[in-house]
């Protein structure tokens, strides 16, 4: 199954640079006033999301930042130097030298799935996940598969929303999760996200909510790009 993904990169090499290798190198920071976005990018029926390649936040930051790296080397960029004074523009001849030796920028991965049951009626979501495994969270079945086998989710059809997140700094600049630096916050962030999730959400499948740390203050809007239905179209969620 074919799905279009994110690539955060792709401005700076395609088009105008609203992401630049700057978001990655200058230790920006999300802000919980600014708020963040999660777009829900992909929508299929329970029994696909093992088709579904989600990625993990792991791959799909090192490939983001091997790009950079590569392609501020054919561009002439010096990272060495105090990126804050490093010219990150590029001219149309850098640009091609870049998409004819690296091919088109890495995609983001999905980082996090909301498992719903639906009729014709209502759309309820059960169960909020993070995607950061290596390997695919319905590879070899899901837990909350089985448990939606239970007889009272029986008039219901099941589905799973894949989504992305972006940041925004305070200086109102993009910050895709993959950016955040080092990993180790950016997998931070991821936690403290899908914590915030579950407690705003309380959806009955998941049985536990972890630190939510600075993101319990934060907003997040939620936009349904799918053509499934509008589960949680252009929604807000406000924080703590």
Same mark, same amino acid.
Not at 70 to 95: P, Y
């Given at each position: 199954?074919?799905?279009?993904?994110?690539?955060?990169?792709?401005?700076?090499?395609?088009?105008?640079?609203?992401?630049?290798?700057?978001?990655?190198?200058?230790?920006?920071?999300?802000?919980?006033?600014?708020? $963040?976005?999660? !777009?829900?990018?992909?929508? @299929?029926? *329970?029994? &696909?999301?093992?088709? +579904?390649?989600?990625?993990?936040?792991?791959?799909?930051?090192?490939?983001?930042?091997?790009?950079?790296?590569?392609?501020?080397?054919?561009?002439?960029?010096?990272?060495?130097?105090?990126?804050?004074?490093?010219?990150?523009?590029?001219?149309?001849?850098?640009?091609?030298?870049?998409?004819?030796?690296?091919?088109?920028?890495?995609?983001?991965?999905?980082?996090?799935?909301?498992?719903?049951?639906?009729?014709?009626?209502?759309?309820?979501?059960?169960?909020?996940?993070?995607?950061?495994?290596?390997? $695919?969270?319905? !590879?070899?079945?899901?837990? @909350?598969? *089985?448990? &939606?086998?239970?007889? +009272?989710?029986?008039?219901?059809?099941?589905?799973?929303?894949?989504?992305?997140?972006?940041?925004?700094?305070?200086?109102?600049?993009?910050?895709?999760?993959?950016?955040?630096?080092?990993?180790?916050?950016?997998?931070?962030?991821?936690?403290?996200?899908?914590?915030?999730?579950?407690?705003?959400?309380?959806?009955?499948?998941?049985?536990?909510?972890?630190?939510?740390?600075?993101?319990?203050?934060?907003?997040?809007?939620?936009?349904?790009?799918?053509?499934?239905?509008?589960?949680?179209?252009?929604?807000?969620?406000?924080?703590?």
């Amino acid at each position: 199954m074919i799905t279009l993904k994110f690539q955060p990169l792709k401005p700076w090499v395609q088009g105008n640079e609203s992401v630049t290798p700057k978001n990655f190198y200058r230790d920006y920071k999300p802000s919980c006033e600014m708020g $963040s976005f999660i !777009a829900l990018n992909v929508a @299929v029926d *329970l029994h &696909l999301a093992d088709k +579904i390649d989600t990625g993990n936040l792991n791959d799909s930051w090192i490939a983001n930042q091997q790009y950079i790296e590569m392609a501020c080397d054919i561009a002439g960029i010096d990272l060495e130097e105090d990126v804050e004074e490093s010219c990150f523009s590029l001219d149309n001849e850098e640009k091609h030298w870049i998409l004819e030796q690296l091919g088109s920028p890495p995609e983001c991965c999905y980082n996090l799935y909301f498992v719903t049951i639906y009729n014709e009626t209502e759309e309820k979501l059960v169960y909020i996940g993070k995607t950061d495994a290596r390997k $695919s969270r319905f !590879a070899n079945g899901h837990s @909350v598969a *089985l448990r &939606l086998h239970n007889p +009272i989710y029986a008039s219901y059809k099941k589905r799973v929303h894949f989504g992305t997140i972006m940041f925004l700094t305070d200086d109102k600049e993009y910050l895709p999760l993959e950016f955040i630096q080092p990993f180790d916050e950016a997998e931070k962030y991821l936690n403290e996200m899908e914590s915030l999730l579950i407690r705003w959400f309380n959806p009955e499948l998941n049985v536990r909510c972890g630190n939510m740390g600075m993101m319990k203050q934060m907003f997040i809007h939620i936009q349904n790009f799918t053509e499934s239905s509008d589960f949680l179209n252009d929604y807000m969620v406000q924080g703590y």
